[in-house]
């Protein structure tokens, strides 16, 4: 008798974290755009190779290309940074 109301509110419940869920993407999503960009200008500057791969389509995808989230993923940090082979040529003055 009851079966059938608790399972349409378990699947509305559901639908209202989908739908919160995407509606958190569509308000962070952009600011996150930018301050990835700022910090790839950045990184750019003094590496010479960007930190992220723009434009992030996903929350998902986002959290998944994050260079410095690793204490979260519960990896050992990675020290992999790559410097210039060549030393940058003197500018004569």
Known sequence: MWRAPVEAL???????QQEGKR???????PVLQLLAA???????VVQSRP?????????EEML???PFAT???GR???LDLKTPIE???RVAR
């Open 23 to 29: 509606l958190f993407e569509l308000l962070t999503l």
């Open 71 to 73: 204490a979260s993923a």
């Open 87 to 89: 030393p940058m040529a």
């Open 10 to 16: 378990k699947a509305d419940v559901v639908w209202f």
């Open 51 to 59: 930190a992220f791969a723009l434009p992030f389509t996903s929350l």
């Open 38 to 44: 700022a910090l790839n200008f950045a990184v750019v």
């Open 64 to 66: 998944a290309s994050n």
């Open 76 to 78: 050992p940090p990675r």
